[in-house]
Every structure is written in structure tokens, then in C-alpha cells.
Nanobody, 119 residues
Framework: VQLQASGGGLVQPGGSLRLSCAAS????????MAWYRQAPGKQRELVAT???????NYADSVKGRFTISGDNARNTVYLQMNSLKPEDTAIYYC??????????????WGQGTQVTVSS
């Protein structure tokens, strides 16, 4: 499975960005997709998840500001980030737990996209 993330960049505090992550490969079904982030000197942390049934979960630090959504037909997940703060600065990674056409289950990571919130 390949995960291609895009949409990062530099934004001022209070601004917005939208991240996208498209999955491709021998996919039977995507069980969950998620966004994680890792700031310099810190451990990778979960930002938001979405299941195949569209149930969502968010880290407390982003609740009310970030929205995760999915397009099952395109095997794509989005992260709409509003009211961005400097502490949101990090590399954002896409993750997908996938049932392959072989029926094996794999845990897959994208390459990361940089989000910088600064004036």
C-alpha cells in the first residue's frame, strides 16, 4: 500500500490548512485511517482517526479545530485544520490499517508533510 500525503505548508496563527492522503495498492478495504504528528524533540502523537464506518476520534488538543473526513470511493482521507496555533507545527503523517486483497491486514505510513504555523 502506498500513502501519498499532501497539503502541508506555512501558515500564520489562526489560519487554515487542509491535508490529504490517498491510499493505493492491492486494497480490499481500508479499516481505519488516521493522522499523526511529530514535533521536533517530541514523540509522534495521534491527531485524529476515522473508521470505515465514519466514526471519528480526536486528540483533546485539536478538538473543535480539526476535522477528519474520508472519501471511501477514492481511498482518501482529509484533515481540515482551522484556527492553527504555533504548537500545531509538526510533520504530519498519514496512517492506514488496510485489509489487502489477500485478506492480510497491514499497517501503513505515508511520507509525512510539514506544517509550520508562524507569523
Amino acid at each position: 500500500v502506498q500513502l501519498q500525503a499532501s497539503g502541508g505548508g506555512l501558515v500564520q496563527p489562526g489560519g487554515s490548512l487542509r491535508l490529504s492522503c490517498a491510499a493505493s495498492g492491492s486494497i480490499f478495504t481500508i479499516n481505519t485511517m488516521a493522522w499523526y504528528r511529530q514535533a521536533p524533540g517530541k514523540q509522534r502523537e495521534l491527531v485524529a482517526t476515522i473508521t470505515s464506518g465514519s466514526s471519528t476520534n480526536y486528540a483533546d488538543s485539536v478538538k473543535g479545530r480539526f476535522t477528519i473526513s474520508g472519501d471511501n470511493a477514492r481511498n482518501t482521507v482529509y484533515l481540515q485544520m482551522n484556527s492553527l496555533k504555533p504548537e500545531d507545527t509538526a510533520i504530519y503523517y498519514c496512517n492506514a490499517v488496510v485489509t489487502m486483497t489477500s485478506r492480510s491486514i497491514t499497517d501503513n505510513w505515508g511520507q509525512g508533510t510539514q506544517v509550520t504555523v508562524s507569523s
